[in-house]
């Protein structure tokens, strides 16, 4: 079978769902997509590399690897997508559409289509006229856990000079992320009738304390930390959920609330960490419920690369933009712990990434595989 058209692979890529959720009814395996990415690679003369997931059989990581020696350019990108309202969608989600100079689809900007721009521009390099290692990195879960990006070390032959990331910048190289906390606080307390307050603990009450301390602990930090490469020079925590009680005339027995923090690069985690529970410690001690800080998923951490990189300076030249940051994160740090230099750099804009009817513009689909074409040629041939 010969690897399709550009149009063809897109639509494959997006017709084969591989939503990525913590809620099980909503996800998927990305097998189905790891396979077609290992067919369409190996007709390119790839060697491919496939790894289920530690703990989780059904979801894989894919390396792909063309050329000999040492360093070279890694292309990474994750083949999830997160789930979809679809009352809120025009189009069905897993099924390519073209209309009004776009194309609709789950996963046509975050980022399934990325994989069809980096097909697309190696049907043109022949293996025989490389100089340097070609990669291609396709990781399972960066939506939930990013899983898939913690366990590169399981690929032995996993070190390049370099390495881009295909989430969608409109082809603008990112230098810098913030990081990503997310924190679940339940408060315990004592269900009983309203009508009598000392028959139970609030819950409520409690949080409403909790709260208190959680913005105390939130203008603490935006004070004491600061980078002024992002637009939102500090830290940040929202509050983003909170449940809690289920009757009027109840005493809440328990309520729950689920924050956001975002670190600056460069910010110990381990640091953050112990200054969220100091913040709360006193408040956990003296309460008369039961409080508990549990983390929803493994903390990531910020990213930075220097400025000053050769990198950096490359793709600043081929884009014709300079390097930015981003409030968002990836899986920048876990890819630059590989010892690479690392920028984000893709098709696409974020603002349609996590949207109903999620679309790649088509004006701009010749000037970023120019710069995905031209980046490779610099590096590896």
Do not use: H
């Given at each position: 079978m010969s690897i399709p058209s550009f149009f063809n692979m897109y639509q494959a890529l997006i017709a084969r769902p591989s939503i990525?959720?913590?809620?099980?009814?909503?996800?998927h395996s990305n097998k189905a997509v790891i396979e077609l990415l290992a067919d369409w690679l190996e007709q390119l003369a790839f060697d491919v590399e496939i790894q289920p997931l530690n703990n989780k059989p059904?979801?894989?990581?894919?390396?792909a690897t063309r050329g000999v020696g040492s360093g070279g350019l890694l292309l990474s990108g994750h083949t999830d997508t997160v789930p979809y309202d679809q009352q809120r969608w025009n189009f069905d989600p897993f099924k390519l559409t073209e209309k009004d100079n776009r194309w609709y689809g789950l996963g046509a900007i975050d980022m399934k289509g990325f994989f069809a721009f980096i097909i697309e521009a190696l049907r043109d390099l022949p293996a025989n006229q490389q100089t340097k290692p070609i990669q291609i990195l396709a990781t399972a879960d960066e939506e939930t856990t990013m899983d898939g990006a913690r366990q590169l070390n399981r690929f032995n032959q996993l070190k390049p000079d370099y390495c881009i990331i295909g989430e969608p910048t409109e082809m603008r190289p990112i230098r810098a992320h913030k990081g990503h906390l997310t924190e679940s606080i339940r408060v315990t307390?004592?269900?009983g009738h309203?009508?009598?307050p000392a028959l139970g603990i609030n819950a409520i009450e409690i949080m409403h304390q909790v709260i208190s301390k959680l913005l105390e602990f939130r203008n603490g930090i935006s004070h004491k930390y600061s980078n002024k490469l992002f637009e939102i020079p500090y830290p940040t925590l929202n509050l983003g959920a909170i449940h809690g009680g289920d009757n009027a005339n109840r005493i809440c027995g328990c309520c729950e609330l689920h924050i956001d923090i975002r670190p600056l690069p460069g910010m110990s985690l381990t640091d953050l960490y112990s200054e969220l529970n100091t913040a709360l410690n006193q408040l956990m001690l003296s309460s008369a419920g039961t409080i508990e800080l549990t983390s929803m998923h493994p903390p990531i951490p910020g990213f930075e690369q220097a400025e000053n990189s050769k990198f950096v300076q490359l793709t600043e030249q081929i884009s014709g933009v300079q390097a930015e940051s981003v409030n968002y994160c990836t899986e920048a740090p876990f890819i630059q712990q590989l010892g690479c230099?690392?920028?984000?750099?893709?098709?696409?804009s974020i603002k349609q990434a996590h949207q109903p009817d999620e679309f790649l513009d088509l004006s701009t689909v010749n000037h970023s595989q120019q710069a995905i074409n031209n980046l490779i040629r610099r590096l590896c041939f």
């Open positions: 990525s959720s913590l809620d099980p009814s909503w996800d059904n979801k894989f990581n894919l390396l307390g004592r269900s309203s009508s009598n230099d690392t920028l984000v750099l893709g098709p696409g």
